[in-house]
């Protein structure tokens, strides 16, 4: 719904999503979804689903990705004005 300037409404989550790409988070991406990958594929998890040990290293990076945005934005949601 826009505001009074024409602007889109923006959600918490979309702000914690932008904010996320500042964050530690996304410099170590590629050295964590590697050793994700290394895990899945010493232990062999991959062998039941039969999907590429990278695929899943990918998707468990993704989660903890979501799970930033949803922390991110329960805090935004209990505390908008962000006081102690």
């Not at 979309?14 to 964590?32: F, H, P, S």
């Not at 998890?45 to 945005?69: G, H, K, Q, R």
Request: net charge positive; hydrophobic share 30%.
């Amino acid at each position: 719904m826009p505001n009074e300037r024409n602007e889109e409404k923006r959600y918490p989550y979309q702000l914690v999503r932008e904010n996320i790409a500042q964050t530690k988070t996304c410099k170590v991406k590629d050295k964590v979804i590697e050793g994700f990958r290394q895990v899945i594929n010493t232990n062999s998890l991959e062998n039941d689903s039969n999907t590429p040990d990278f695929i899943i290293a990918e998707y468990l990076w993704d989660c903890l990705v979501s799970a930033n945005i949803l922390i991110g934005s329960r805090t935004v949601w209990y505390n908008p004005t962000n006081k102690k």
